[in-house]
Protein backbone atom coordinates (compact mmCIF):
# COMPACT_ATOMS: atom_id res chain seq x y z
CA UNK A 1 0.00 0.00 0.00
CA UNK A 2 2.93 2.29 0.50
CA UNK A 3 3.93 1.93 -2.96
CA UNK A 4 0.74 3.86 -3.95
CA UNK A 5 1.52 7.27 -2.03
CA UNK A 6 5.01 7.64 -3.23
CA UNK A 7 4.98 11.24 -3.58
CA UNK A 8 7.79 10.45 -6.76
CA UNK A 9 5.16 9.73 -8.81
CA UNK A 10 3.25 13.49 -8.19
CA UNK A 11 6.72 14.61 -9.95
CA UNK A 12 6.88 12.71 -12.34
CA UNK A 13 3.55 12.81 -13.52
CA UNK A 14 3.76 16.88 -13.11
CA UNK A 15 7.50 16.55 -15.09
CA UNK A 16 5.25 14.40 -17.66
CA UNK A 17 2.74 17.23 -18.02
CA UNK A 18 5.71 20.05 -18.02
CA UNK A 19 7.39 17.83 -21.01
CA UNK A 20 4.26 17.54 -22.90
CA UNK A 21 3.21 20.90 -22.80
CA UNK A 22 6.37 22.05 -23.94
CA UNK A 23 6.63 19.91 -26.87
CA UNK A 24 2.62 20.78 -28.07
CA UNK A 25 3.86 24.67 -27.30
CA UNK A 26 6.68 23.93 -30.14
CA UNK A 27 4.30 22.04 -32.18
CA UNK A 28 2.40 24.38 -32.42
CA UNK A 29 4.85 27.14 -33.14
CA UNK A 30 6.42 25.18 -35.72
CA UNK A 31 2.72 24.95 -37.64
CA UNK A 32 1.72 28.41 -37.20
CA UNK A 33 5.12 30.43 -37.56
CA UNK A 34 6.16 31.30 -41.25
CA UNK A 35 8.70 29.40 -43.09
CA UNK A 36 10.74 32.60 -43.05
CA UNK A 37 10.73 32.92 -39.37
CA UNK A 38 11.79 29.11 -38.53
CA UNK A 39 14.69 29.43 -41.52
CA UNK A 40 15.84 33.08 -39.81
CA UNK A 41 16.12 30.81 -36.58
CA UNK A 42 18.41 28.57 -38.23
CA UNK A 43 15.62 25.76 -38.04
CA UNK A 44 15.58 24.71 -42.15
CA UNK A 45 15.40 21.33 -42.07
CA UNK A 46 11.80 20.77 -40.64
CA UNK A 47 9.02 18.76 -42.15
CA UNK A 48 6.28 20.09 -44.32
CA UNK A 49 3.65 22.39 -42.83
CA UNK A 50 1.44 19.27 -44.71
CA UNK A 51 2.12 16.97 -41.47
CA UNK A 52 0.94 19.34 -38.99
CA UNK A 53 -2.51 18.75 -40.47
CA UNK A 54 -2.24 15.41 -41.97
CA UNK A 55 -0.90 13.40 -38.88
CA UNK A 56 -3.46 14.67 -36.44
CA UNK A 57 -6.07 13.53 -38.99
CA UNK A 58 -4.45 10.42 -38.95
CA UNK A 59 -4.37 10.19 -35.75
CA UNK A 60 -8.42 10.89 -35.01
CA UNK A 61 -8.63 8.85 -38.28
CA UNK A 62 -7.08 5.45 -37.19
CA UNK A 63 -8.77 5.91 -33.47
CA UNK A 64 -12.70 5.64 -34.91
CA UNK A 65 -11.95 3.12 -36.99
CA UNK A 66 -10.36 1.03 -34.47
CA UNK A 67 -13.31 1.82 -32.20
CA UNK A 68 -15.39 1.24 -35.16
CA UNK A 69 -13.88 -2.47 -35.74
CA UNK A 70 -13.42 -3.34 -31.98
CA UNK A 71 -17.53 -3.19 -32.29
CA UNK A 72 -17.97 -4.91 -35.48
CA UNK A 73 -16.15 -7.56 -34.06
CA UNK A 74 -17.77 -8.21 -30.81
CA UNK A 75 -20.35 -8.06 -32.87
CA UNK A 76 -19.32 -10.68 -35.28
CA UNK A 77 -18.17 -13.14 -32.22
CA UNK A 78 -21.97 -12.82 -30.50
CA UNK A 79 -23.64 -15.62 -30.87
CA UNK A 80 -27.49 -15.38 -32.55
CA UNK A 81 -30.53 -15.07 -30.03
CA UNK A 82 -31.71 -18.55 -31.28
CA UNK A 83 -28.38 -19.90 -30.44
CA UNK A 84 -28.04 -22.33 -27.40
CA UNK A 85 -24.24 -20.68 -26.08
CA UNK A 86 -26.60 -17.61 -25.38
CA UNK A 87 -28.63 -19.91 -22.53
CA UNK A 88 -25.75 -22.30 -21.61
CA UNK A 89 -21.79 -23.41 -22.06
CA UNK A 90 -19.57 -26.17 -21.36
CA UNK A 91 -19.75 -26.00 -17.53
CA UNK A 92 -23.48 -26.30 -16.67
CA UNK A 93 -24.89 -28.70 -14.51
CA UNK A 94 -27.91 -30.30 -15.61
CA UNK A 95 -30.85 -31.89 -13.64
CA UNK A 96 -30.21 -35.75 -14.20
CA UNK A 97 -32.10 -37.38 -11.08
CA UNK A 98 -28.77 -38.35 -9.63
CA UNK A 99 -28.50 -37.31 -6.12
CA UNK A 100 -26.16 -34.47 -5.84
CA UNK A 101 -24.44 -32.53 -3.27
CA UNK A 102 -24.30 -28.82 -5.75
CA UNK A 103 -28.17 -27.41 -5.24
CA UNK A 104 -28.19 -25.06 -8.04
CA UNK A 105 -28.50 -26.80 -11.15
CA UNK A 106 -28.73 -25.17 -14.78
CA UNK A 107 -32.38 -26.08 -16.62
CA UNK A 108 -31.98 -26.99 -20.30
CA UNK A 109 -34.18 -24.36 -22.23
CA UNK A 110 -36.44 -27.06 -23.64
CA UNK A 111 -37.62 -28.11 -20.01
CA UNK A 112 -38.19 -24.27 -19.54
CA UNK A 113 -40.36 -23.69 -22.52
CA UNK A 114 -42.31 -26.83 -21.80
CA UNK A 115 -43.15 -25.22 -18.31
CA UNK A 116 -43.78 -21.35 -19.84
CA UNK A 117 -45.44 -22.13 -22.72
CA UNK A 118 -47.34 -25.25 -21.83
CA UNK A 119 -45.94 -27.09 -24.88
Known amino acids: MAGLIDP ?3 IYGFVFYLVTLA ?3 IYLLWAILPDEWLQYIGLSYLPQKYWAIVVPL ?3 VSSILLL ?3 VCYSMWLTPPFDDLQTITDNYALYKNGETSSQIIK ?3 IT ?3 RQTYKI
Open 111 to 113: MVN
Open 106 to 108: DIP
Open 23 to 25: LFG
Open 8 to 10: SRG
Open 68 to 70: LLY
Open 58 to 60: YIG
